[in-house]
């Protein structure tokens, strides 16, 4: 029976069950006991509203006064659009401070600011995705459909800019005094007691952009602006990004009604990148000052902080083949500049955005210089280690100068879990784990470190959040997102799959840990497999202890065994394991998911003739070299949106792995188009049209080379979608193509090993 059939079926049949508190574990939280009326998991009520994993609020902040809990809260209608959201932290009280859609105008979004959200990840997004609270913590700055407003504590919203053009990376200077914008490609200043913003950056061709982040900024770097406001509102640096030097590739943004065609400065690998130079001017532009950041203009501009009195400027200077940060010491008079001290790696530096400046001069700085990101204070040229050992120290996360303690995020007791800690600044203290056990956690503080946001998940809760204080103690639900019987995904809880985690071990001896979610096996019986992967550098860990997506619950009920394992290259596990890639890419994270997938075809519940593979972006890089490497190891790949051809993708990532393209024959080793005629196993790719990221070309690339070698393949390209194809309609469109994909070849789940 094909798995539609079952579907049909299923969507027939309604039971009702209790579930048993312990019917499925982790480490430490049962699922709970609640007793629904079951119904089948599809497709489509997966990418549907509202989420099935509950609410998912963003941007989560504590006011400046710490009277309230302001978040963006997505609805239940419409899970994609969000509004702002206010909770009392005196009564508990919720209430909606801001409607998108009665406020907002439902004006379309300047290319440049859709651009700017697809490189955050948040291009599906709809409403206010975005927002501010004025230091007084009287009212909040809130951009929507390309203007500015103001929104008060009582939800009164005025508007401040009401123009065709796009207003960009608006921000509110620290003292209160001014709101800055980006409009032309001009920085604009408007007093917060006047009613109109002037331009303090002179008019200049096109391509040249002041107070933005250049692509590699926004894409690779974890920078998403180009102005920065001093404490007391006296001065402002602002990044003036010259993209003439920067290659043009025509992006065609194929849509169902049309083409539009987009001439979009991209800096791919060993060609000139933006000219970014930094300055420093009063608020009305005068007394304007260009910073001295050396001889050489093909640097990186990575990072930029004022001291706390405002009297120097900070900056983080990384070289062009990413193995040395210079910090720099500025003067914001003359833009004079010294370097305090560098970091430096054979291969290459990781930016972290940890860096403090404190109130007695000394700076809170991180380093991999023991070979895992730990935190350090330097003083007076003198250097004290604060956090140690064979784990990495994730993001600073609050900071209290008087107490003497510093609060961030890590990985101590292992790599499937992350947690809140705290430690002293002079060094002399423990670290002190702040989040409980068995959870994957994240978190944010409040200006003066006195309470802290957490959200966390567990592979039997999805995401909650709640207000704890600087210890750590709960006091308060801000989403406790419960899975009792009201929860969207309470239909679907009996047949909820817990993964099991284990480890092997690689080639050379490292640890690699797996994820592996079963149906409930039946003696003597092998099941197919579906491999999810991703396994490249900076981001993308697919194994982690914490909410486990609808979708492979979904793939599970179908009948499928879902198997994920980091290789050698993913992060989070210090620098020798991450270094292995430099200029190897295709080499041992490929041997790792073998490692993987042999395993695998060794148990005896596994059918070893259908394990397939999976995945996007590197993934689908990954898919490609998998079965370049091993014709028919794999039942079939789907590959989604790969990079094929490395010398289109953009400078700061490639060049942090790859080096430039001149050095060596690496590109071409690490590319999937030389041997793309190996691929003997069913393959379907996958990408859309418009996308800016991993252009389109690396598509038609491949699908050409593979037509001219005459290897066969199938392909879906999605007209007018970027990097992240989705959407309530396009989501279960790629995943029924995906599936029927598997079905036509025979390597999905059988009649007897689909979900009854």
Known sequence: MKRTA????????????????????????????????????????????????????????????????TLLKNREDEKERYDLWAIDLDTGESRMLV?????GSGAALSEAEKMQRERARIGSLKGIVSYEWSPDAQSILVPLDGDLYLAGRDGEVRRLTDTPEGELNP?????GGYLSFV???????????????????PEEPADVEWGVAEFVAQEEMDRDTGQWWAPNDNRIAVARVDNRPVGVVTRAAIGADGTEVYDQRYPAAGTPNAIVDLYVMNPDGSDRVKVDMGANSDIYLARVNWAPDGKTLYVQRQNRPQTEIDLLKVDPATGASEVLFSEEQPRFTNLSSNFRALKDGSLLWSSERTGYNHLYRWKDGKWTQLTSGDWVVGSVIGLDEDKGLVWFTGNRETPLENHVYRTRLDGKGKVERLTEEGWWNGANMDGKARAMLVTRSSPTQPPQTYLADADGKRSFWISENKLDAS??????????????FGTLKAEDGSTLYYKMMSPKREPGKKYPVFVQHYNGPGAGRQVK????????EYLVDQGWIVFSIDGRGSPDRGKAFEDQLYKKMGTVEVEDQLTGA???????FVDPERVSIYGWSYGGYLTLKLLEAAPGFYAAGVSGAPVTDWTLYDTHYTERYMGMPSEGDNYERAGALANAEKIGDPLLLIHGMADDNVVFQNAT???????????????????????????????????????????RRGVGPKEEGAAQ
């Open 6 to 69: 079952v579907l049909a079926l299923l969507a027939a049949t309604s039971l009702t069950v209790s579930i048993p508190a312990t019917a499925q574990t982790t480490d430490t939280q049962p699922m709970p006991q609640v007793s629904v009326q079951q119904q089948p998991l599809t497709l489509e009520r997966i990418f549907g509203s509202p989420s099935l994993s509950g609410p998912m609020p963003r941007g989560l902040k504590l006011a400046p006064d710490g009277s309230m809990v």
């Open 99 to 103: 409607d998108s859609e009665k406020v």
């Open 171 to 175: 921000t509110l200077s620290p003292g």
């Open 183 to 201: 409009r032309d490609g001009r920085l604009m200043v408007q007093p917060m007691d006047a009613s109109t913003a002037n331009a303090i950056t």
């Open 487 to 500: 929860h969207p995904y309470a239909p679907y809880l009996a047949s909820h799959v817990v993964p099991e």
């Open 545 to 552: 202890r914490d909410w486990v997506s609808p979708l492979q």
């Open 598 to 604: 042999r395993w695998l075809k060794e148990q005896p």
């Open 701 to 743: 690339q491949l699908a050409a080379k593979l037509q001219g070698s005459d290897t066969p393949f199938e392909m879906m390209f999605y007209p007018g979608q970027t990097h992240s194809v989705g959407g309530p309609k396009i989501s279960p469109h790629v995943w029924h193509t995906i599936l029927n994909f598997l079905d």
